[in-house]
């Protein structure tokens, strides 16, 4: 199984980035898909999550409004659309899949069986 990020880079604060990530290996309808962050010297953190069909998302509370997780179950990709970005947005993006037998989604990183390897956004002030 491969899940490969990309998209990250150097942004202003205020400005706009969409990560994508794209996977293989696995039965990609099968599995929820989740970002995770992690800013250097902390933990890593839930962001959002979107279930199997893409009929249910959900987002951290830091990120409503601002994020906005799509996916292509025809292409096996995964998308996390960034605008309003902050400084304290700035961490390394991960996305992970899940294996889900419902449509629901989970915000527990343990839960999830597979680990992209990361790409870094930068938001300046």
């Known amino acids: 199984v491969q899940l490969q990020a990309s998209g990250g880079g150097s942004v202003q604060a205020g400005g706009s980035l969409r990560l994508s990530c794209a996977a293989s290996?696995?039965?990609?309808?099968?599995?929820?898909m989740g970002w995770f962050r992690q800013a250097p010297g902390k933990e890593r953190e839930f962001v959002g999550a979107i279930s199997r069909s893409g009929g249910s998302t959900i987002y951290t509370d830091s990120v409503k409004g601002r994020f906005t997780i799509s996916r292509d179950n025809a292409k096996n990709t995964v998308a996390l659309q960034m605008s309003s970005l902050k400084p304290e947005d700035t961490a390394v993006y991960y996305c992970a899949a899940d294996y889900r037998n419902s449509d629901y989604v989970r915000t527990d990183g343990y839960r999830y069986e597979f680990w992209g390897q990361g790409t870094l956004v930068t938001v300046s002030s």
């Open positions: 290996g696995l039965t990609f309808s099968s599995y929820a």
